[in-house]
């Protein structure tokens, strides 16, 4: 069965320094790989999506970048942190292709707090 | 562009209550609709999805019909339950579904 994973958990982070969030995805090939943002009490926003290895897509101009060195690995990083960037990140993953009707399997998810 | 409106909440009932929580929708194209539910601490999970119109997705004992003549994907469940408390989110998918876009969630407490 596929699983994913992300890590850590928790963090708290001062404004100005760096951020790695990881996630990684097993049981499945070629997975598209989504990081989600939720502020509090809000729905999510897609931040980046990716469809292969090095394929970043942005959906919003923003202070965070993200990278997939490997198939089933996603990672997401800044080089400086603000005070904005609190909040809950999500992983999540789709089957490969596009298909309007898949499921989106999400981590467990990342709470962030610049302080 | 596509947009997903729900019932503000929270919303809070007892025990066996019936629930309801709205969810309308603006989409090009025509679109998936899926209900995901987030318990604390937790990432969302899928609880249902309906495809194409008329159809019902259910799951768990929750219920929601896809009515394009209205444009809702309403959330139901005759009885609910204290472990049915959870922040529940609706969203759509035109494309591809990894870019979904989500309603603001509606939290539910079920009380005793």
């Known amino acids: 069965s596929q699983t994913i994973h992300q890590w850590p958990a928790t963090l708290v982070q001062p404004v100005g320094s760096p951020l790695s969030l990881e996630c990684t995805v097993e049981?499945?090939?070629?997975?598209?790989l989504y990081w989600y943002r939720q502020a509090a009490g809000r729905g999510l926003q897609l931040l980046f999506y990716?469809?292969?290895?090095?394929?970043i897509s942005s959906e919003v101009p923003q202070n965070l970048s993200a990278s997939r060195p490997q198939d089933r690995q996603f990672i997401l990083s800044s080089k400086k942190l603000l005070l904005s960037d609190s909040g809950f990140y999500l992983c999540?993953?789709?089957?490969?292709?596009?298909?309007?009707?898949?499921?989106?399997?999400f981590g467990e998810g990342s709470w962030l707090t610049v302080v | 562009g596509d947009s997903v409106t729900q019932m503000e909440g929270p919303v809070t009932l007892s025990e066996e209550a019936f629930l309801t929580i709205n969810c309308t929708y603006t989409?090009?194209?025509?679109?998936?609709l899926f209900w995901y539910v987030q318990y604390p601490g937790e990432g969302l999970q899928l609880l249902l999805k309906?495809?194409?119109?008329?159809d019902k997705g259910s799951n768990k004992g929750f219920e929601a019909t896809y009515r394009k003549e209205t444009t809702s994907f309403h959330l139901e469940k005759g009885s609910v339950q204290v472990s049915d408390s959870a922040v529940y989110f609706c969203?759509?998918?035109?494309?591809?579904?990894?870019?979904?876009?989500f309603g603001d969630g509606t939290t539910l407490t079920v009380k005793p």
């Open positions: 309906a495809t194409k119109a008329d």
């Open positions: 969203a759509l998918s035109v494309t591809n579904a990894g870019k979904s876009t």
């Open positions: 999540a993953w789709t089957p490969g292709g596009v298909d309007s009707g898949n499921t989106i399997y």
């Open positions: 990716s469809v292969g290895i090095g394929q």
């Open positions: 049981g499945t090939s070629n997975p598209n």
């Open positions: 989409a090009t194209g025509y679109p998936s």
